[in-house]
């Protein structure tokens, strides 16, 4: 009789199907670790520069090659790491471009802030920055001619200053200067909406809800 119950419930316990949720707790822990890698990666310190910090971020720039040096003096980067918050800030920059730059292998302006962009773009992504968007625009009546403009959010002007005085900048600074008559920038401090964060917790949620929804369905099947 026991030899029997056991054999017939190791032959049950073979047959059952393995519990629909189990997937589920998976795409579950996948979903946390994405939302707070990116959480960390987006979110900055929230405390503003320090006068020391902004001492030794100057006396950094005064030690860069004379043209990078030339254009982060003709921001204004003192006033701007003065005026820092603590939160985000975006630039923006409004271009009027050079029909064909002056890079040695004569692209348009259009075409140089493209391979700028593509050369800056592992160096925001590693200070938690990253392009908003970029277009070209055309301005009419008597506004000033703009033909392009770029937004680029930085979680912090201490990032954006890690961003300016990073090797591969002043690399990619030519590319840049190369493709633009005119170059206005415009920063502000605040975040954009919706938040990164929250369309990928949406995302992560919809993943979930289906996920949860094919096991269950299959799991049916099965049975």
Known sequence: MQVLWRKVSSTSL???????????FIVAALAVVLMLTTFFWYRGSGSPLTEH???????????????????????DVLAFMRGDDGRAVHVVNLFQLNTASAAPDSLSGEESLARFSRSMLPIW????????FSMPVAATGEAQP??????????????FMEVVLDEGYGQALPDRLAASKLNLRVTSSGNEF??????LFALSV?????????EIRRSKHAA
């Open 53 to 75: 910090e902004i001492n030794a971020y100057q006396t950094r720039i005064d030690a860069l090659p004379a043209a990078t040096r030339g254009f982060l003096q003709g921001m």
């Open 125 to 132: 992504l590693k200070r938690g920055g990253y392009p908003v």
């Open 194 to 199: 919706p938040r990164p964060l929250v369309l």
């Open 146 to 159: 703009w033909e392009f403009v770029s937004v680029v959010r930085y979680r912090s002007r201490r990032d």
């Open 14 to 24: 073979e047959h059952s199907p393995m519990p629909a949720i189990r997937p589920v």
């Open 206 to 214: 919809a993943v979930l809800s289906f996920t949860y929804l094919l």
